[in-house]
């Protein structure tokens, strides 16, 4: 009965900002890795960002690092993702995800969210 909803996408001009939210029912997440991966058509779901439990360890997807940072809040039950100088080629369905730091970090986890749309224009 877990469950996983983003929210937070839109669209937005190149060199802006988004910020995401993934809330989380049916499990705390305290003790569960929680990750962000990102899929346009055609390409490979790629891994954008990645926090263990107590963000101990955080882990980012080469293109991303510098501009993107994710975050978390147990008592919340939320994960985030701030999008930072944002460029055309971020245009993709943002998941989250939730499972232990090894199966998220392969893109494996227990649970995936639905997705929400980001879009970049130039």
């Known amino acids: 009965q877990v469950q996983l909803v983003e929210s937070g996408g839109g669209l937005v001009q190149a060199g802006g900002s988004l910020r995401l939210s993934c809330v989380a029912s049916?499990?705390?997440?305290?003790?569960?890795?929680m990750g962000w991966f990102r899929q346009s058509p055609g390409k490979e779901r790629e891994l954008v960002a990645v926090?263990?439990?107590?963000?101990?360890?955080?882990e980012y997807g080469d293109s991303v690092k510098g501009r993107f940072t994710i975050s978390r809040d147990d008592a919340k039950n939320t994960v985030y993702l701030q999008m930072n100088s944002l460029k055309p080629d971020d245009t993709a369905i943002y998941y989250c995800?939730?499972?232990?730091?090894?199966?998220?970090?392969?893109?494996?986890?227990?649970?995936w969210g639905p997705g929400t749309q980001v879009t970049v224009s130039s």
């Open positions: 926090t263990s439990r107590s963000a101990a360890m955080t």
């Open positions: 995800a939730i499972g232990a730091f090894a199966d998220v970090l392969r893109a494996v986890p227990n649970y």
């Open positions: 049916g499990r705390t997440i305290r003790t569960y890795t």
